[in-house]
């Protein structure tokens, strides 16, 4: 499998106070709600105002710290940090999962943004940063398909590998699952991936909702790629006797260059309008379930 690349860089505000607590095992947790807004073209010109709220955590002796800091509602940050996948039984019975951001460090901006109110009391700053940069391998066929407006879209999901070394000095290893979404001419270059291929992803951290079988309300984090690079299987491993592409991946790189750059508002402007429906981080508010996204997750292996 590729050698895993898991990055996010948030620049926004604080949209409520962090908060510090304990799990039942004593680990020290720290959240906040990192809030901001992303401003896009779509293809009939127009610019459109994308909010979004991303929970990020620190967990541990770090998150004791970060909270000596007593950031409050309405500051500045940044938030470093990667794509942290988890997985455990739910109360209800079956399992569950989610993927949220486990910050690195946060740091107060020296300077006080613009700030938008929003329905629930909570503020976001405008304008901010929401980037994400992955390197993983596609770990199904992905499927072109396209929305009754003719737009194309193709979903990705994403074994992105982590591996460190543990106090005793012992080689630790994790897999994180991250679903993908492309769009228009992006998602037709791209839908010659196959499973296995290793790729490289840059996008928006976004949010969609929906209502399960059992209707509940569910949220999930996933990745609105801006631009997708086909990797050669033997160079992404980093081994030193790396092999050349075939032909399939040579050509799906080829193509991702021009169209994902070329095509950059075209690619984000169907989330633009799917936000007026409340199904992507446009149409996620303080006010529209926040509170209960991510879930509660007292039960999860840290």
């Known amino acids: 499998m590729a050698?895993?690349?898991?990055?996010?860089?948030l620049i926004g505000v604080l949209a409520r106070d962090p908060e510090l607590r304990y799990t039942p095992s004593g680990v020290a947790v720290f959240e906040a709600t990192v809030a901001g807004e992303?401003?896009?073209?779509?293809?009939?010109?127009?610019?459109?105002?994308?909010?979004w709220y991303h929970r990020v955590s620190i967990l541990g002796k770090p998150a004791e710290w970060q909270a000596e800091k007593s950031l409050k509602s309405g500051d500045p940050v940044l938030v470093e940090g990667n794509l942290d996948y988890s997985q455990w039984e739910a109360p209800e019975g079956g399992k569950r999962s989610m993927v949220k951001v486990k910050a690195g460090r946060i740091e107060q901006l020296g300077y006080a943004p613009e700030l938008v109110q929003d329905a629930g009391g909570g503020v976001r700053m405008q304008g901010g940063m929401n980037e994400v940069l992955v390197i993983g391998n596609v770990t199904r066929d992905p499927e072109l398909r396209y929305t009754p407006a003719g737009d194309a879209v193709l979903?990705?999901?994403?074994?992105?590998?982590?591996?460190?070394?543990?106090?005793?000095?012992?080689?630790?290893?994790?897999?994180?699952?991250?679903?993908v979404t492309l769009w228009r001419d992006l998602a037709e270059a791209m839908k010659d991936l196959k499973k296995g291929d290793p790729v490289l992803v840059q996008g928006r951290l976004v949010n969609e909702g929906w209502t399960d079988r059992d209707g509940n309300k569910r949220n999930s984090t996933k990745v609105e790629a801006t631009r997708?690079?086909?990797?050669?299987?033997?160079?992404?491993?980093?081994?030193?006797?790396?092999?050349?592409?075939?032909?399939?991946?040579?050509?799906?790189?080829?193509?991702?260059?021009?169209?994902?750059?070329?095509?950059?508002?075209?690619?984000?402007?169907?989330?633009?309008?799917?936000?007026?429906?409340?199904?992507?981080s446009g149409g996620l508010d303080i006010d529209q379930g926040l509170d209960d996204f991510p879930p509660e997750e007292e039960d999860l292996p840290f």
């Open 3 to 9: 050698r895993g690349m898991n990055h996010v860089y």
């Open 38 to 51: 992303d401003h896009v073209v779509g293809n009939d010109g127009r610019e459109r105002t994308l909010p």
């Open 155 to 179: 979903g990705l999901g994403l074994a992105v590998n982590e591996t460190w070394q543990d106090r005793q000095g012992q080689k630790q290893e994790k897999t994180h699952w991250i679903d």
């Open 228 to 280: 997708v690079e086909a990797l050669s299987r033997g160079a992404a491993t980093g081994s030193a006797a790396a092999t050349p592409a075939g032909p399939r991946t040579q050509t799906a790189s080829s193509q991702a260059r021009p169209q994902s750059q070329g095509s950059y508002g075209a690619s984000r402007a169907q989330p633009a309008r799917a936000a007026t429906t409340g199904t992507r």
